[in-house]
């Protein structure tokens, strides 16, 4: 049997895989962006955004930066919102499934709708960090 401590120990732990686990595609997304600078760049081309170079830098500095606060706990809310809206403009603007036909269509939609659930999940984050803060 577990005692209190090692409970609230283990649920601390639970918490924060499961925030990691939110986190993997902005943690994934940053690092190749990162470390392939190139290709980051192109991919800003590619949706349209200009300066290319500068969007590319923004988005790796938020990817890495507001994962980092939701996982370190530091602001938590903020990090979460961060990726939220981030996560909703981006779903605008890479999965238009509206303008796509066939099989393409398809997996832009599902897409789309995933990416909803992530902007849930983390304004459910940042609810609950502001709420425990506020208490």
Not at 45 to 60: C, D, K, R, S, Y
Not at 96 to 118: D, I, K, Q, S, V
Request: aromatic fraction near 14%; glycine fraction near 10%.
């Amino acid at each position: 049997m577990l005692t209190a401590t090692q409970t609230n120990g283990l649920a601390s732990r639970l918490r924060w895989f499961c925030l990691l686990l939110l986190c993997a595609a902005y943690l994934q997304g940053g690092l190749v962006k990162a470390l392939d600078f190139p290709a980051a760049v192109g991919e800003m081309t590619h949706f349209g955004l200009q300066p290319a170079p500068l969007f590319a830098v923004a988005v790796i500095v938020l990817e890495l930066g507001a994962a980092a606060l939701i996982l370190t706990g530091w602001v938590r809310w903020l990090g979460a919102l961060a990726l939220a809206v981030f996560t909703a403009a981006a779903t605008f603007i890479a999965n238009r499934y509206w303008e796509a036909t066939g099989h393409e269509r398809f997996m832009l939609m599902n897409a789309f709708f995933e990416h909803w659930g992530l902007v849930g999940g983390l304004l459910l984050v940042a609810w609950h960090d502001w709420q425990e803060r506020r208490g």
